[in-house]
């Protein structure tokens, strides 16, 4: 079975922190994916790799970069959280390109920004 | 700009009757569609795919009907049971992408 792991299921930090979520995949996908989940917008992408040291621009990734140094560690961070951070976390991962490429996902990450 | 959507937030229905969850999209490069379920606190899991080639894909209880030239899928569930009570997501992709477009999510509700 696929495994993805993300390190917090819950999280609490304070406006203008840096904050790091971190994302482990144990089935050497080439692909991972971090999306944020939202009441109303469900999941919006904010970066996706599919490389070690490789990434990409997702729909929103204004106020995150992220980081990809092994290929089953991709880690989001938020440089200066804000408020409108608030949301849930979802970290995936997926096998390859040109297949029906069903994504894994974590369990997801609650993010409070207070 | 939302390339999936559906326009239903929510669904009721009673144990043991059909559930039909609704997706439209814009895009019509898209190869694939797939149904993700998500129960809260959890992330989102695979449920059924069908590709484009396709206009039918059933997997047990679970059927996915696509219309192509209305851009439309829709979601089969027969019968509806309480473990179905979840959110569920429509998606899509491009084969050749990366990336999967999601919809809002649909929150079924199975009452007893």
């Known amino acids: 079975d696929v495994k993805v792991t993300q390190s917090s299921r819950y999280l609490v930090k304070r406006t203008g922190e840096k904050v790091f979520l971190e994302c482990v995949q144990d089935?050497?996908?080439?692909?991972m994916f971090w999306y944020r989940q939202d009441p109303g917008l469900g999941l919006r992408l904010i970066y996706f790799?599919?490389?070690?040291?490789?990434?990409e621009k997702g729909d929103i990734p204004e106020g995150y970069s992220v980081s990809r140094e092994k290929k089953e560690r991709f880690s989001l961070i938020l440089e200066s959280a804000s408020t409108n951070q608030t949301s849930m976390y979802l970290c995936?991962?997926?096998?390859?390109?040109?297949?029906?490429?069903?994504?894994?996902f974590g369990q997801g990450t609650r993010l409070t920004v207070v | 700009d939302q390339q999936v959507k559906q326009n239903s937030p929510s669904l009721s229905v009673q144990e043991g009757r059909i559930s039909i969850l609704n997706c439209d999209y814009t895009?019509?490069?898209?190869?694939?569609f797939l149904w993700y379920k998500k129960y809260p606190a959890e992330g989102p899991t695979f449920l059924i795919s069908?590709?484009?080639?396709?206009d039918k894909n059933e997997d047990g209880r679970f059927t996915v009907f696509l219309n192509k030239s209305a851009k439309h899928l829709s979601l089969h569930i027969v019968p509806s049971q309480p473990g179905d009570s979840a959110v569920y997501f429509c998606?899509?992709?491009?084969?050749?992408?990366?990336?999967?477009?999601f919809g809002a999510g649909t929150t079924v509700t199975v009452r007893a």
């Open positions: 995936a991962s997926s096998y390859g390109r040109n297949k029906n490429t069903e994504a894994f």
């Open positions: 089935m050497d996908h080439e692909n």
């Open positions: 998606a899509a992709f491009k084969e050749g992408d990366y990336k999967l477009s």
């Open positions: 790799s599919y490389d070690v040291k490789m990434k």
């Open positions: 069908i590709s484009s080639i396709k």
């Open positions: 895009n019509s490069m898209f190869d694939y």
